[in-house]
T-cell receptor
């Protein structure tokens, strides 16, 4: 069965520091992979997505993610974190075909220290 | 262009009552998804509707049901409410489901069961 694991429930970084959020997935075929961000009291906004091609994907707000098939990972990175990046981040895998849904990880809550 | 809209924003019910949540997708989107976001559990897939038909449902009891109307708006009904149904219910829409790309999320309806 498809699944997504985000091993870090909560991460705190200093403003200006680099960030990496981990995501591992389990999926039999080539996955569609997504990172979403949820600010307090808001819905989810798409940061970036991977369908095929270049394994390094650029997204909005300066985020990028790298698809590594051998490690079943799709980690999210940002070289310099801003205070406004404090939010909850969700990794998701798209299960196509008849199921056609997104399966989400449990999320990583990011806190940014001044 | 209007995004996905959900109503009500907040809803308070008591155990045993019924709750109805509503969702209007982005104009032109035919697929509507419902997710439950309970504290600490991430997003759990509830239902997927497309072209007025229920296409898939997650691992939830039958007291969770819904429908999609001819204008593609959707309604989620939760009968015989239990305390653990307290959660943020997120609706998302897409043109054709996850294969076509991202899901666009509303800001959610927060259901509190007392």
């Amino acid at each position: 069965a498809q699944s997504v694991t985000q091993p870090d429930i909560h991460i705190t970084v200093s403003e200006g520091a680099s960030l990496e959020l981990r995501c591992n997935y389990s999926y039999g075929a080539t996955p569609y992979l997504f990172w979403y961000v949820q600010s307090p009291g808001q819905g989810l906004q798409l940061l970036l997505k991977y369908f095929s091609g270049d394994t390094l994907v650029q997204g909005i707000k300066g985020f990028e993610a790298e698809f590594k098939r051998s490690q079943s990972s799709f980690n999210l990175r940002k070289p310099s974190v801003h205070w406004s990046d404090a939010a909850e981040y969700f990794c998701a895998v798209g299960a196509g075909g008849a199921t056609n849904k997104l399966i989400f990880g449990t999320g990583t809550l990011l806190a940014v220290q001044p | 262009e209007a995004g996905v809209t959900q109503s009500p924003t907040h809803l308070i019910k008591t155990r045993g009552q019924q709750a109805t949540l509503r969702c209007s997708p982005i104009s032109g989107h035919t697929s509507v998804y419902w997710y439950q976001q309970a504290l600490g559990l991430g997003l759990q897939f509830l239902l997927w509707y497309d072209e007025g038909e229920e296409r898939n449902r997650g691992n939830f009891p039958p007291r969770f049901s819904g429908r999609q109307f001819p204008n593609y708006s959707s309604e989620l009904n939760v009968n015989a409410l239990e305390l653990e149904d307290s959660a943020l219910y997120l609706c998302a829409s897409s043109p054709q489901g996850v294969i076509s790309g991202e899901l666009f999320f509303g800001e959610g309806s927060r259901l509190t069961v007392l």
